[in-house]
Structure formats: structure tokens, C-alpha cells
């Protein structure tokens, strides 16, 4: 049901007056406590940002916020790369909400479930013998050599919308991006009303695929339907098939899934409906992708994660969250996509549920005067924040841009190692501890120990991940 | 309050009558279904034993099962390994109940709180300048020259309880181990009635060691005080130390924490009382150490974790969990030890909150020849079930004890690595999928990307391990 959310409702103008009516300051609740200038949540207010910085940060954004809707079509979204010199979507103030249309780059998969008949889908996956809805994909090279008409070579994958531009955003401010709202972005084809769909695929980059039985290699895709209206907590596999190469409208044949956006012709493959049956995923929506510009690099590949986001791929980051950034370019440029109707720790065979769902943010900026002394002080990688939990996140090379130099993006891909992504989650971890909770490095070695929990978040993402969860409740008996 | 599980008090007989009575079968549910004979539990029939296996085992076994009671004392714990040469404490029927208490091997970093007092305590951590309590501790060598009078170099750590000896048990055969009760053992000083304590130790093992702050290097540990009572779920800190070097009763100084047992005389330590204040970590009592003997040598360190379990280090092993371990040697010979009140996934340090504990088992043995056609069929590792999950151990080296041949208990401790754990684990869920779901290996690959997940079990113990958690849930919906 629209929320004032789907621009496509034609009771969209109503629903969205309601929203805003909803989201005012003082009437609706966030997280058990208030919007902007509550500035905490939980028990004990135990929000990395203190009151006094949440007042700070308020006086400085406008009385009232502003609502924002930021559809997703081809005009919006910039695909497979992060970039500072994109020309934003839409300018917010802080304390502002936006809501934000998703696609999932994996929709080429099955068009008739995942484009057929959604106007922004279609014009982002348009792709004639002469030109693409969407030119450049990835973070590569223009060389019409390397590919087809200066539309990147396919370093990086993910269909992203925005850049969102936060006005006043500087480097070494901070970010802070609470996800209010995650939801499936409904099929547009009439025969599957009510239903959304993802797709999964083990394909040549998963941590399987060079050690499958007997030796073997091959591209499997699984095609997922998930309830567009809520009503079911769990995803179900549809079918299956075997990726066979597929040629694209520019004449091209890919062997393998090797160019973002090929449509799959299923009269080429065979697809297998006997598939997981009677298994139901639990369905947790989050966007694998999410974060500010790197000012490293114009173009960078967004598959591996870094420092400002990007493809963190941590289910966690999804309704009810609060990710912070550190601020890298003026404006922030926030961009979101990859979304995921679930994922497990580790994202082993290379992708999710890809799944196009939609997201409503309020953003807030922390400005870098005003954070001594609060634990945001020293934020310089991704953190998130649920009600009950803070999360690090670890990574092979935590800066990668900055420490392997101008060969990064490729060499990243060499550096692929959960060993060193641990060690990344270990410092991170004792960093926050011993900043935001004022203990002593005796002190947080063992509570890491009796009461932090590492986990595997992903093996797929070049830029290997580790994240280290620690419970709000331990810190409960405090004043 | 005793259940029936604590022989120091004063009705301890009747209480024991009344726990028999209780765990009779028919009388009283474990993980919501009955005991043997039932063998399924929660939604579904989805235990790893089925309900024609659970009839099988239970034929074989006595009609009534006997209880059994192992207290901990110098008489009835081996320290620091598993050994398939231990005569057995005491010899169990297939379906027989067992109480045993185990004790923690940091008990000495505070004799007065968790020694002191405690006949069965005192007896194992006796240590004067002619003899120990118990003499061998650890698998190494007996050699005068490598430490002192036949016992045990240190290599390996844990206090054991047992060896269990199962009739009827051969390798091949699987056994079942319920944990039905495991709670703190309370202190015997008079001074602290009513609670019970454990120590963690940021030790020369542990993750941190060689990567702290300022290049330091230090030994810390941290005494903790946990509820005996039950009424409260979080454990605190006490104070904490650094060791400093300590000279046993044999007269040997110990710079570092290097052999087991050695009584820390706080007269040369300084305790720092303001520590971790207002800190409560959720407390998660379970045993770090439970297996059965291995058959490939004669005295095997306790530390690296292996196919017969050990020391998985896993802090979900607790109350509720089922343990599957392959028999390796005639009567299983089953061991339990390294009681922990909690630990987070990693056991970063080196340690948990090491906090002597009391257990309830019953043990269940399933023939090898009946095990065809039934998930445990191929269960060549250590399994954990609880109600809602299934959880494979993967290690660094899955059976390093037959991998490394003659020197592997040396050599494994070169072989520390997540990555390689990380891969074992992979394997091991996609063969746990395949052979108890009958899912394809296409079929798995999905489904561990979308709905598994990977986490660090321990980073510690040599033997790295990595855990796959997939949840009972997501085959609800099969018939």
C-alpha cells in the first residue's frame, strides 16, 4: 500500500500529505524516542549522538524539514560507480527526508517479473542495438574498445540512485542516514499483482564457485518471489537456471555474467521449477549499497566497500537503522541501491535476494566543529546503529583508494582476505569502545572477549568483510 | 538451589529422588517433545534424529534410563587433554542421565573466590612443593628436564571431567549428547555465598596480544562476578590484574601464563577495582571443551578443536543445545570442561568469563549400522543443534590430528587461520544441506547465500573456527 511513498497511487497526492502530517517532530515516534532534535533512542538515550549534539545539529538545519521524493528512472541513477562528479538528484537540508526508489541490477534476470511494465525500471534497462537507457556501467574505462561507446567496461555493478546532495556538507563532517522505511517495490506486470521478485546468483565471483564438486563451473540463477504487501515474513524460490551466453542487443556474447544489465533470453535456457520447495527465506530488507562519494578517485568501482560505504552488504542496514558516514566530497553525494530482500552473513555464492525496494531516509549532518567530545568524533568508517546494537565493520583494507594507490580498484581484488578483515573489526572495535565508552584498552580486550560478537558479513565483495556487533544493553547499568 | 545436582546439600537426596522422578520419561518434555523415544523436537519433527532412528537407539538401550552423578575432584578430571588410555569415571547406558561438574583451570588467578572452600575445587588445584593435586597437566612430555615430575608440559589447558564411558559405543557410532541444565557452581567461601565468579584472561594467546596500543605486551586478567541464583542474566566485573611473574610451589617462576594451574599470590599483584563499572555482559553459561576421545594418538591437547568436538568454543553449546559427536574409540570416552558463563563469538582475548559450572546431560548413542538413510548418517564433525538452529564447526584444519600427521599437534598452531575455517565451514554446510535436506548443490549455494549465516567462533584456540548457523524456519513449510 502506498505510504505517500509510490508516485504511481492514485491516491499519491493524499498519501503523501499524510506522511508528512506523520513524520512531524513530535507526533510520530522514531525508534522509540523523537526525530531530530530528540537526538537519542533507547534506553539511557544511547544514541551516538548525544543531546547536546542533536540540538547543535538541529539549530543549524531548518525549523521544519523538508520532504523529498526521489524516484528511479534513468535520469536519477548512475550505475556500477560512486562518483564526486556527478551532478546531485535532488539537494536536501539537514534533517530532511527523502524517499528513495531502488532498482536491483540484477533485474535483467527475469524482465517479465522485475521491468516489465515499471516506467523507471524500463528506462534504466533499455538497451537497443543502438544506444542503452543508461550508457555508462561501471567505474572502468570509456575506451570503445574495452567495451561498447564510453559506457565503462563493467568495473562495478550496482544500479545506485542519487547523488543526493546534503547542503552544507563538508569533508570531515558526518552523516548520519536513519533508514525509516524499507519496503519491496512491487511488480508492475499485471499477471503478478501483489508480488515482488529478486534474484540470486552463484556466479564466477562467489566464494563457491572455485570449489563446486567434481570440479565443475557453472552460473546458476535462482529467481525468489517475495509479498509485495507485507504479509508474509519469508521469500520463496520460483525457479532456477543455468546461465547459458547470452548476447546482448549490441551484439556482444557473454560467456559469463560479466556486464551489468544483460537481458537473459530465456528462450536460451532452461528453467527448472522444482527448486527449494518448501523452503522459506525470512525475509530482511536492506540496501547492500549505501554511502557518501569517495573523494579518492572521480570514478570508483562500487563493488568493494570502503571507508564512506558503499557496498557494506550487512542485512542489518535496513528498516529502523541509523548509518553514520564520515563526509569525504562538499555535499556528502549519498547514493543507495543493491537492494536485498535477504541476505545471510557472508553473501557466499556472490549476490543476495536481489530485490528493487524502496527507502524513506532522514538525513542529518553533523557538522566537524560540533563533534568533540561526542562519540562521533573520530567516525571514520561506516557505523551502524539499530535499537538494541552498534555494528563496525571491518574490511581487508579499511581505506583501500587511499592505501594501495593509483592501481586500487584492480589490485583490491587481490587483497580479498576475512583474516585481515578481522584484524580491521578487532582495532575498529577497540576504537569505539575505548572512545565512545571511555574504557581503557585493558578493558575493552576483555569485554570484546566475554561480549562482542564477530561475524562473517561478506566474501564476495573484493574488499572482504568482517563486522563486530556489540549489545546496547551491556552499557544499561550506567548512569 | 539444587535439583538434585548438588551433593553438598543437605536434601540433596531428595532432591535427587525428585529429579529422577521428573526426567522420567513421559513425564517431562525436553526442547518441547519428550525424551528418548520421541527423538523430534519442535515444529515439524526437525531433529537430526528421526523418529524411526530415535525408536532404534531407544530399543537398544535400557528401558529405564539410570542416573548418574560425577562429581569434580582430583580423582575424577584429567587437565589439559583427551585421551583415549583414561580408564573411564564412570560407565552410562545409552539413554542414561549424568550430572557433572566441571571446573574452571583459571581458578587459581583467585583461589579465594573460586577455590577456597571447595573440597572437590581444592583437591585439583592442590599444589604444594613436593606434589600436585593432579600431577600431569597437558598432553607434552613427561620428560623431568621439560618441566617438573612426570606431568605434562603444559601443552593443552582445560580441567576435564571424566572420560564418560558409553556401552555399547564403537567408532562409527554417533553419539548424542542433551544439555539439560548447566549453571554456575557457587562460591564455598562464606565470604561470597550467593555467588559464583570467573576470570578472563587477555593472555599470550589471544588475538590482541601482538597488536595493542603502543606496541605494549601484557597479560590482564579480569575477575567476574555472576549470579548463582539465576535472578540476574548479567555477569560483572570485579577488578582486574596484570600478571606479573609468579613462582609455584615447585618453585618455578612463570614470567607469562604458561602452565596451568599456577597459583597467583595477589600479594604481588595490584587490583584495580574500577573496572568495566556500570558494565553488565548477558550472561551465556556453556562449556567450552565437550567431545569425546580421539583415536589418532594417545594424549591429545586440549586446546585445538577437532572432528570429536573439544574445544569448540562455541557459547551456544549451553542449556537447550544437542551435541553430535563421531565416536572415534570404544565407549566414546566423553569429556566436559571449560565451563564459561559467556563468551562473544571470537573469544577475542583468549578467554571467556572462565567460571566453573555444573551440567546435566543425557547421553544417546546411535549405532553406526542404523544410521543409513538418516541425517547422521555422514556426520564426520562436531554438530550442534538447539530448537530453533543447526550449526557446523568448521576449523582451519578439520581433522588436523589425521591431516598433520606425527607432529600436528605442534604443527597446527602454524595453521591458524579464518580464512581456512571459513572454507571448512562452507563445506560442511553444503554437504550438512545436501545430505539432511536433500537439497542440490545449486539448491545450497543459493540458499547459504540468502539465508545462512557465517560467524567466528574463536580466533584463539590454534585451530581456528568459523560456525554456519541455518535456521530450523526455513524448512517450516515442507511437509
Same mark, same amino acid.
Not at 497511487?9 to 506523520?22: I, L, V
Not at 558526518?174 to 499477471?191: F, G, M, Q, S, T
Not at 569525504?328 to 556472490?350: I, R, Y
Not at 583474516?419 to 580491521?424: H, V
Given at each position: 500500500?502506498c505510504m505517500g511513498?509510490d508516485?504511481?497511487c492514485p491516491d499519491f497526492e493524499a498519501h503523501f500529505r499524510q506522511f508528512k502530517e506523520?513524520?512531524?517532530?513530535?507526533?510520530?515516534?522514531?525508534?522509540?524516542?523523537?526525530?531530530?532534535?530528540?537526538?537519542?533512542?533507547?534506553?539511557?538515550?544511547?544514541?551516538?549522538?548525544?543531546?547536546?549534539?542533536?540540538?547543535?545539529?538541529?539549530?543549524?538545519?531548518?525549523?521544519?524539514?523538508?520532504?523529498?521524493?526521489?524516484?528511479?528512472?534513468?535520469?536519477?541513477?548512475?550505475?556500477?560507480?560512486?562518483?564526486?562528479?556527478?551532478?546531485?538528484?535532488?539537494?536536501?537540508?539537514?534533517?530532511?527526508?527523502?524517499?528513495?526508489?531502488?532498482?536491483?541490477?540484477?533485474?535483467?534476470?527475469?524482465?517479465?517479473?522485475?521491468?516489465?511494465?515499471?516506467?523507471?525500471?524500463?528506462?534504466?534497462?533499455?538497451?537497443?542495438?543502438?544506444?542503452?537507457?543508461?550508457?555508462?556501467?561501471?567505474?572502468?574505462?570509456?575506451?570503445?574498445?574495452?567495451?561498447?561507446?564510453?559506457?565503462?567496461?563493467?568495473?562495478?555493478?550496482?544500479?545506485?540512485?542519487?547523488?543526493?546532495?546534503?547542503?552544507?556538507?563538508?569533508?570531515?563532517?558526518? !552523516?548520519?542516514?536513519?533508514?525509516?522505511?524499507?519496503?519491496?517495490?512491487?511488480?508492475?506486470?499485471?499477471?503478478?499483482?501483489?508480488?515482488?521478485?529478486?534474484?540470486?546468483?552463484?556466479?564466477?565471483?562467489?566464494?563457491?564457485?572455485?570449489? *563446486? !564438486?567434481?570440479?565443475?563451473?557453472?552460473?546458476?540463477?535462482?529467481?525468489?518471489?517475495?509479498?509485495?504487501?507485507?504479509?508474509?515474513?519469508?521469500?520463496?524460490?520460483?525457479?532456477?537456471?543455468?546461465?547459458?551466453?547470452?548476447?546482448?542487443?549490441?551484439?556482444?556474447?557473454?560467456?559469463?555474467?560479466?556486464?551489468?544489465?544483460?537481458?537473459?533470453?530465456?528462450?536460451?535456457?532452461?528453467?527448472?521449477?522444482?527448486?527449494?520447495?518448501?523452503?522459506?527465506?525470512?525475509?530482511?530488507?536492506?540496501?547492500?549499497?549505501?554511502?557518501?562519494?569517495?573523494?579518492?578517485?572521480?570514478?570508483?568501482?562500487?563493488?568493494?566497500?570502503?571507508?564512506?560505504?558503499?557496498?557494506?552488504?550487512?542485512?542489518?542496514?535496513?528498516?529502523?537503522?541509523?548509518?553514520?558516514?564520515?563526509?569525504?566530497?562538499?555535499?556528502? !553525494?549519498?547514493?543507495?541501491?543493491?537492494?536485498?530482500?535477504?541476505?545471510?552473513?557472508?553473501?557466499?555464492?556472490?549476490?543476495?535476494?536481489?530485490?528493487?525496494?524502496?527507502?524513506?531516509?532522514?538525513?542529518?549532518?553533523?557538522?566537524?566543529?560540533?563533534?568533540?567530545?561526542?562519540?562521533?568524533?573520530?567516525?571514520?568508517?561506516? *557505523? !551502524?546503529?539499530?535499537?538494541?546494537?552498534?555494528?563496525?565493520?571491518? $574490511?581487508?583494507?579499511?581505506?583501500?583508494?587511499?592505501?594501495?594507490?593509483?592501481?586500487?580498484?584492480?589490485?583490491?581484488?587481490?587483497?580479498?582476505?576475512?583474516?585481515?578483515?578481522?584484524?580491521?573489526?578487532?582495532?575498529?572495535?577497540?576504537?569505539?569502545? *575505548?572512545?565512545?565508552?571511555?574504557?581503557?584498552?585493558?578493558?575493552?580486550?576483555?569485554?570484546?572477549?566475554?561480549?562482542?560478537? $564477530?561475524?562473517?558479513?561478506?566474501?564476495?565483495?573484493?574488499?572482504?568483510?568482517?563486522?563486530?556487533?556489540?549489545?546496547?544493553?551491556?552499557?544499561?547499568?550506567?548512569?
Amino acid at each position: 500500500m502506498c505510504m505517500g511513498d509510490d508516485v504511481n497511487c492514485p491516491d499519491f497526492e493524499a498519501h503523501f500529505r499524510q506522511f508528512k502530517e506523520e513524520i512531524n517532530p513530535g507526533r510520530r515516534g522514531f525508534l522509540g524516542a523523537g526525530l531530530i532534535g530528540a537526538g537519542s533512542f533507547a534506553a539511557g538515550g544511547l544514541s551516538l549522538v548525544t543531546p547536546a549534539l542533536a540540538q547543535t545539529s538541529a539549530a543549524k538545519a531548518p525549523a521544519a524539514p523538508s520532504y523529498h521524493y526521489l524516484p528511479a528512472n534513468s535520469d536519477t541513477v548512475h550505475w556500477g560507480y560512486f562518483s564526486k562528479t556527478l551532478a546531485p538528484k535532488v539537494e536536501v537540508d539537514s534533517g530532511d527526508y527523502v524517499t528513495i526508489e531502488t532498482l536491483t541490477h540484477h533485474a535483467a534476470d527475469d524482465l517479465e517479473r522485475m521491468v516489465q511494465g515499471d516506467e523507471g525500471a524500463e528506462s534504466v534497462y533499455k538497451w537497443t542495438a543502438t544506444e542503452k537507457g543508461v550508457d555508462r556501467r561501471g567505474a572502468g574505462s570509456t575506451d570503445p574498445a574495452v567495451y561498447k561507446v564510453g559506457s565503462g567496461d563493467g568495473q562495478g555493478v550496482h544500479i545506485l540512485t542519487g547523488p543526493v546532495y546534503v547542503r552544507g556538507a563538508e569533508p570531515g563532517d558526518v !552523516l548520519e542516514v536513519r533508514i525509516l522505511d524499507c519496503k519491496p517495490r512491487p511488480c508492475a506486470n499485471p499477471e503478478f499483482t501483489g508480488k515482488s521478485f529478486g534474484s540470486n546468483a552463484a556466479a564466477w565471483w562467489g566464494y563457491h564457485y572455485n570449489d *563446486m !564438486l567434481n570440479g565443475a563451473k557453472r552460473e546458476v540463477i535462482t529467481i525468489y518471489e517475495v509479498d509485495a504487501s507485507g504479509d508474509r515474513n519469508w521469500a520463496e524460490a520460483v525457479y532456477n537456471f543455468k546461465w547459458v551466453p547470452q548476447t546482448d542487443p549490441f551484439g556482444v556474447t557473454h560467456p559469463t555474467i560479466d556486464y551489468p544489465g544483460v537481458p537473459v533470453d530465456h528462450g536460451l535456457t532452461s528453467r527448472n521449477y522444482d527448486v527449494l520447495k518448501g523452503v522459506r527465506i525470512p525475509i530482511r530488507p536492506h540496501f547492500g549499497t549505501l554511502g557518501v562519494a569517495p573523494a579518492e578517485a572521480d570514478f570508483v568501482d562500487s563493488v568493494p566497500p570502503s571507508y564512506t560505504g558503499g557496498n557494506v552488504d550487512n542485512w542489518r542496514i535496513g528498516k529502523g537503522a541509523v548509518m553514520y558516514y564520515p563526509v569525504s566530497v562538499e555535499g556528502a !553525494l549519498l547514493s543507495v541501491g543493491d537492494p536485498h530482500a535477504s541476505q545471510g552473513d557472508s553473501e557466499l555464492c556472490g549476490t543476495a535476494i536481489e530485490c528493487s525496494l524502496t527507502g524513506t531516509f532522514q538525513l542529518i549532518l553533523h557538522k566537524k566543529a560540533d563533534l568533540a567530545g561526542t562519540p562521533l568524533e573520530e567516525m571514520d568508517h561506516p *557505523m !551502524l546503529e539499530t535499537q538494541s546494537e552498534w555494528v563496525v565493520h571491518g $574490511f581487508s583494507v579499511p581505506n583501500y583508494l587511499g592505501t594501495l594507490g593509483a592501481t586500487a580498484q584492480s589490485d583490491i581484488y587481490g587483497k580479498s582476505s576475512i583474516d585481515d578483515a578481522m584484524r580491521d573489526a578487532f582495532r575498529k572495535m577497540r576504537k569505539f569502545l *575505548m572512545t565512545t565508552k571511555g574504557l581503557t584498552e585493558d578493558e575493552t580486550h576483555s569485554l570484546m572477549s566475554v561480549g562482542v560478537d $564477530f561475524g562473517i558479513t561478506q566474501v564476495v565483495d573484493g574488499n572482504w568483510g568482517v563486522h563486530a556487533i556489540v549489545k546496547k544493553e551491556l552499557f544499561s547499568g550506567r548512569a
